[in-house]
């Protein structure tokens, strides 16, 4: 996902999440990078909840987008 912040300011954000089938644990993480490639923010949790691949992923965009809107990437 690219963060548009500025006519020629992209920010990059990667993020994933994963998930244990059997026992429904999952984790999450993200990277923020500014528009000269250099990391800025990173994150990555294991929540004590129950949830899919899907929820994970999900998780992990949501949690990314709101630490950029937190940081004042809009």
Do not use: W
């Not at 999900?58 to 949690?63: H, W």
Request: with cysteine.
């Amino acid at each position: 996902m690219s963060i548009k912040t500025d006519v020629n300011k992209i920010h990059t954000v990667y993020t994933d999440g994963s998930a244990c089938v059997k026992t429904k644990e999952y984790a999450i993480g993200y990277v923020i990078f500014n528009e000269s490639g250099i990391r800025i923010h990173e994150h990555s949790e294991k929540p004590k909840d129950e949830g899919t691949v899907n929820v994970a992923e999900y998780l992990a965009l949501y949690r990314a987008i709101t630490k950029c809107r937190e940081i004042g990437l809009n």
